[in-house]
């Protein structure tokens, strides 16, 4: 509980100083000028991804399988909620560097409410009360303010990114990331090396990695999975930067969502 009093006041001091930085930048581009994938890196990049898919095939769809096998859905779901609620601070941070305003209050409420009422997010307290939820990022934000895409990057077991997007989660990991607060705690090691931080990016790879279960048929299905999957993410980061009033989609919306969202 004092875990959770202590970044409510941080997160609200710095949502207020961020709000009025804000509050001066101004209408953003609707439509920045995001350009067609380039694929500079293919061949590195296919290698990269057939590690990846090596160690998954090894490592993260057994443990995922086992997971959603022997985990109950309500106890998912809320391990769901719980991840989902550790982001808003994020969004709430890129809401406010992007001008939206309105949308950076009801993501910001959502955050207070779900931490509290929601028992640290487990519960999604703020849904049932019409707060919906969003999706921000350090990457949209860039994207927003004109930045390129740059050439698209598969990364050793985070997968599919692009230059943009890879600068973007610097500040996501040393910024707005409330497992910072418990970096210093007795017993769990030092910063995001210790064993609670170890703890929680295992869970939350492998519910991601669960909730991604149902699209494998259609990834084997592709004849070349690696274009499939650099054309997906391409088309997902589209629909996020333009809230989803973007160009048509390449997969369906549930199909980015497991896949991409992280």
């Not at 009801?106 to 487990?122: E, K």
């Not at 997906?232 to 589209?238: E, F, K, M, N, T």
Request: contains cysteine; hydrophobic residues 40%; glycine residues 8%.
């Amino acid at each position: 509980m004092v875990f959770t009093l202590r970044y409510l006041a941080w997160a609200q001091s710095l949502f207020c100083a961020l709000l009025l930085c804000g509050c001066a930048i101004g209408e953003l581009s609707s439509r920045p000028n995001l350009g067609d994938i380039t694929d500079p890196l293919e061949k590195v990049n296919r290698a990269v991804f057939d590690f990846n898919q090596f160690i998954d095939r090894g490592l993260f769809r057994p443990a995922a399988v086992i997971y959603q096998k022997r985990t109950p859905e309500p106890l998912r779901l809320s391990v769901r909620h719980f991840f989902e609620n550790l982001s808003e601070p994020t969004t709430v941070l890129n809401d406010i560097l992007q001008g939206k305003g309105l949308q950076a209050i009801n993501d910001g409420t959502r955050f207070a409410v779900n931490t509290t009422l929601g028992v640290f997010g487990l519960l999604d307290v703020a849904t049932l009360l019409n707060l919906p939820r969003h999706q921000e990022d350090y990457g949209q934000t860039l994207a927003q303010w004109g930045v390129p895409t740059g050439p698209y990057l598969v990364l050793p077991i985070l997968g599919p990114s692009n230059a943009r997007d890879v600068l973007g989660k610097l500040p996501a990991l040393f910024l707005s990331n409330p497992l910072l607060l418990i970096s210093n705690e007795p017993y769990f090691g030092v910063g995001r090396y210790g064993l609670l931080h170890t703890g929680f990016r295992t869970l939350h790879a492998i519910d991601l990695r669960a909730r991604a279960l149902a699209i494998d048929p259609l990834v084997r299905m592709q004849v070349d999975p690696y274009t499939f999957l650099r054309e997906g993410y391409h088309q997902s980061r589209l629909d996020a930067i333009y809230d989803q009033q973007g160009p048509s989609s390449y997969v369906d919306t549930t199909t980015e969502e497991a896949l991409f969202n992280d």
